[in-house]
């Protein structure tokens, strides 16, 4: 089945302990994005990847980092975390065009 | 400001009835629009794309693009209680860079039987 499978599906973690959402696609897809979701913010991006090794921030960038190592990998990293950073969280990927994008099932981060 | 601009809501309507969904959106320029539809606890899925003015329809669906006036907008007809959902616009702002999507913050549509 194809699918984007964000682990894990609930996080609780305290201010500052590092902690890596994972997303990993099956379907060999050239992009892939990570976004947080808000009440009241909607959907906001905070970094893409546009191929292996290539990865830009979007418009929350402050606190995170990513990789992409492969093509079908696309880890979230809070090197340190702080409540404001508690969120839903999603992973996404596209064939190629931006905007036809496919989500993972979300991870609810609460950050203590 | 780089910005996609939706009502909250909510939209009730009727089932049976037409529901309309609007987004402006910032950049002039802009050549994609997606509209996503997330039911409540769920991802978001992506229901219609449109990248050129006028219409395109896709069953129930239809979305509508006006680039002059900078509007996006996504009728749904026949409403059924089914489509009671939060319905997202998303724009590849060309001020945002070639590989960035923005949304908007999404207008919660409730059909009532």
């Known amino acids: 089945e194809a699918q984007v499978t964000q682990n894990p599906r609930y996080l609780i973690t305290v201010t500052g302990k590092k902690l890596t959402v994972t997303c990993s696609q099956n379907?060999?897809?050239?992009?892939m994005s990570w976004y947080r979701q808000d009440p009241g913010l909607g959907l906001r991006q905070i970094y893409y990847?546009?191929?292996?090794?290539?990865?830009d921030k979007g418009d929350v960038p402050e606190g995170y980092k990513v990789s992409r190592k492969e093509k079908r990998n696309f880890p979230l990293i809070l090197e340190s975390p702080s409540p404001n950073q508690t969120s839903l969280y999603f992973c996404?990927?596209?064939?190629?065009?931006?905007?036809?994008?496919?989500f993972g099932s979300g991870t609810q981060l609460s950050v203590l | 400001q780089k910005e996609v601009e939706q009502n909250s809501g909510p939209l009730s309507v009727p089932e049976g009835a037409i529901a309309s969904l609007n987004c402006t959106y910032s950049?002039?320029?802009?050549?994609?629009f997606f509209w996503y539809r997330q039911y409540s606890g769920k991802s978001p899925e992506l229901i219609m794309f449109?990248?050129?003015?006028g219409d395109k329809e896709d069953g129930r669906f239809t979305a509508q693009l006006n680039k002059a006036s900078q509007y996006v907008s996504l009728l749904i007809r026949d409403s059924q209680p089914s489509d009671s959902a939060t319905y997202l616009c998303?724009?590849?702002?060309?001020?945002?860079?070639?590989?960035?999507?923005?949304f908007g913050k999404g207008t919660k549509l409730s059909v009532i039987p």
């Open positions: 996404a990927s596209s064939p190629g065009t931006v905007g036809k994008l496919f």
């Open positions: 379907m060999n897809h050239e992009y």
């Open positions: 990847s546009m191929n292996v090794e290539v990865t």
């Open positions: 950049d002039r320029g802009s050549q994609s």
């Open positions: 449109i990248y050129s003015n």
């Open positions: 998303a724009v590849n702002l060309i001020g945002a860079g070639s590989y960035q999507l923005t």
